[in-house]
């Protein structure tokens, strides 16, 4: 016997996550048009298994603060970005996700006016960064995407991950940043901020950025 439930009540708790298989991507951007644009969950899909899943509040504020260090770094280097947060990244018929936050930094001004992330018109983000992450899914989805750098910030842990030969191979060296620590950097930063608030932390490292 087939149970149909209604999109609207699935309820994923905080800290947990609901696998959906054998979908197609018409399923997959279908449930993507009945989910609501306020929901606090994210998506991951690839090779037809679709995660839903509910990050905890503990997991949220990491990549908040990963974000504006981003930033900081950026404004400090005089370069371009944009910030495209947890935008859902579609690539058709292949894969689907919503990363906790990524940026555009070398292709920046490809991305001039985009509102969907559909990869058959734009080129990948440059950078994704996930907080907590221990899906196989999410990973084998930025592998199809062809996202060019990954960061997993875990356990107070930095993580990165650089696409070489269509798949990740760990790094300690950011392409994105190849000239800072960032490996180390971040948690760092992120657990300073935790300790002190974000805005004094930002105002350490810009001091820092402009005496190296």
């Not at 981003?70 to 935008?87: K, M, V």
């Not at 750098?149 to 990165?160: G, L, P």
Request: charge should be negative.
């Amino acid at each position: 016997m087939t149970v149909t439930i209604p999109l609207q009540d699935l309820e994923v708790t905080p800290g947990n996550r609901v696998g959906i298989h054998h979908l197609s991507w018409p399923d997959f951007t279908n449930i993507l048009e009945n989910l609501s644009e306020n929901r606090s969950t994210r998506v991951a899909y690839h090779a037809g298994t679709l995660e839903i899943m509910s990050p905890l509040a503990a997991h949220e504020r990491p990549h908040r603060i990963i974000a504006a260090i981003i930033t900081t770094i950026l404004e400090s280097q005089e370069r371009d970005w944009e910030d495209f947060g947890s935008t859902t990244i579609k690539r058709s018929p292949v894969a689907g996700i919503e990363p906790d936050t990524c940026f555009y930094i070398q292709n920046a001004a490809q991305v001039q006016g985009c509102t969907n992330l559909d990869l058959a018109n734009y080129p990948p983000p440059d950078l994704a960064i996930e907080s907590d992450l221990t899906s196989v899914t999410v990973i084998s989805a930025y592998v199809a995407l062809q996202v060019p750098e990954v960061w997993v910030y875990r356990n107070q842990q930095m993580t990165i991950y650089v696409l070489e030969n269509q798949n990740y191979q760990e790094s300690i060296v950011s392409s994105a940043f190849p000239t800072l620590p960032i490996a180390t950097l971040i948690p760092q930063l992120v657990q300073q901020a935790m300790n002190i608030g974000t805005r004094k932390t930002l105002q350490n490292l810009r001091q820092m950025l402009s005496n190296p």
